[in-house]
Nanobody, 124 residues
Framework: VQLQASGGGLVQAGGFLRLSCVAPGGTLSSYAIGWFHQAPGKEREFVAA????????NYADSVKGRFTISRDNAKNTVWLQMNSLKTEDTAVYYC??????????????????WGQGTQVTVSS
């Protein structure tokens, strides 16, 4: 499955963005979906994940209480609502699909398909 992430942009600290992940020509409904980010000079890090049904969710400690992951399988879309953004959230954000539909862990190796990413820049 090919993934496409969108919704990034430039926002001031304290602001919000909503990222979207879709699969043009395919379906996300049978996959767990994870969001990761990668800042310049740093390794890719886990942000959040959601199981296929939307019931199971997992968040990195750094985003708990600020970010919300959700999905609508009928719309074939997964969202990452990012509130109270901080300058340290600046990164390229990637969505990824895992073939194990219940997996919501942080291991990037368990996500098998990756989109190209969308840039999020948070200014002070």
């Amino acid at each position: 499955v090919q993934l496409q992430a969108s919704g990034g942009g430039l926002v001031q600290a304290g602001g919000f963005l909503r990222l979207s992940c879709v699969a043009p020509g395919g379906t996300l409904s049978s996959y767990a979906i994870g969001w990761f980010h990668q800042a310049p000079g740093k390794e890719r890090e886990f942000v959040a994940a959601i199981g296929w049904s939307g019931t199971m969710k997992n968040y990195a400690d750094s985003v708990k209480g600020r970010f919300t992951i959700s999905r609508d399988n009928a719309k074939n879309t997964v969202w990452l609502q990012m509130n109270s953004l901080k300058t340290e959230d600046t990164a390229v954000y990637y969505c990824a699909a895992g073939e194990h539909p219940y997996y919501t862990g942080s291991a990037a190796t368990n996500y098998h398909y990756w989109g190209q990413g969308t840039q999020v820049t948070v200014s002070s």
